[in-house]
């Protein structure tokens, strides 16, 4: 069941983000570090109702951030529609245990339902150039690659851009 997430969340959160971090490291995937995510964003998250938890037998097994507001570092990106009305997925992280189950899939589900209920034009996210996992499986839900960002703190290489027009 998707839910809210909320504050008294964010410690399972963080044990979800370092598990997932050591699980990619483990693949040679240096996507996600000490650095990112941490504490704060999904605090920030919580605080504007972004958050949102996927809990199975009363465990939070996996999360989500759908935000509107546009981060700063994807001003200079060419998107295929207007700088408005547009819904932003941050920090999609299910736990290693709960991984090729389809758990991603309906997190995803559930924030492209979000977004066509409340009308947003389009959904854009970022993932890693070296995470071929995640390029395959937002390529194959019809997320088009865009133009490339840089995160020097997580890593040398870019992030791309993608965006799903609804």
């Given at each position: 069941m998707i839910r809210a997430g909320n504050i008294s969340d964010i410690d399972t959160i963080l044990n979800i983000t370092k598990s997932c971090a050591a699980h990619?490291?483990?693949?040679?995937?240096?996507?996600?570090?000490?650095?990112?995510?941490?504490?704060?964003?999904?605090?920030?998250?919580a605080e504007n109702n972004d958050l949102y938890v996927d809990v199975e037998n009363e465990e939070i097994i996996a999360c989500i951030s759908l935000c509107v507001k546009m981060d700063e570092v994807y001003?200079?990106?060419t998107w295929k529609t207007k700088n408005q009305n547009n819904l932003y997925i941050h920090r999609l992280a299910v736990?290693?245990?709960?991984?090729?189950?389809g758990v991603g899939k309906n997190l995803m589900d559930f924030a492209e339902n979000y977004a066509?209920?409340?009308?947003?034009?389009?959904?854009?996210l970022d993932t890693f150039s070296k995470n071929k996992r995640n390029l395959k499986f937002y390529e194959s839900r019809?997320?088009?690659?865009?133009?490339?960002?840089?995160?020097?703190?997580?890593?040398e290489f870019p992030f791309y851009c993608y965006e799903l027009i609804l």
């Open positions: 990619m490291i483990q693949n040679g995937i240096y996507q996600w570090n000490e650095h990112y995510p941490n504490k704060s964003s999904f605090v920030n998250d001003m200079p990106i736990h290693p245990d709960f991984q090729k189950k066509r209920e409340k009308l947003y034009k389009s959904i854009r019809g997320y088009h690659r865009l133009e490339s960002i840089y995160f020097p703190k997580q890593s």
